[in-house]
């Protein structure tokens, strides 16, 4: 039997991906840095519930207002986690 999954996606990951470009310009210390700017996705989605999906438009059909809300808030923690967590990384290997 031959199946296809390559289109499942975590659904955090466009949200996340967007989360961190938007907020790049404000960590002028990573937002020039494409491969910090990676791991900061990284820590974010690592911090999120992942939620596997086909089609965004299925996932968004079955979410209320209030769980759209909850998880943009999740997003934009996460992401301001993951920028203080690189930063902190990156400021410690320059000690170093």
């Not at 990951?13 to 210390?29: C, Q, S």
């Not at 299925?58 to 209320?64: A, E, G, T």
């Amino acid at each position: 039997m031959s199946v296809d999954f390559t289109s499942i996606h975590n659904h955090n990951e466009n949200a996340v991906f967007e989360a961190v470009l938007t907020a790049a310009p404000a960590h002028p210390g990573l937002a020039n840095q494409p491969e910090l700017l990676a791991d900061v996705a990284c820590v974010a989605l690592n911090r999120l519930q992942p939620r596997y999906i086909r089609h965004a438009v299925d996932f968004s059909f079955y979410l209320s207002e209030r769980e759209r809300e909850d998880s943009e808030h999740q997003i934009a923690e996460a992401v301001d986690f993951a920028f203080g967590f690189v930063q902190a990384r990156v400021a410690m290997r320059a000690r170093s």
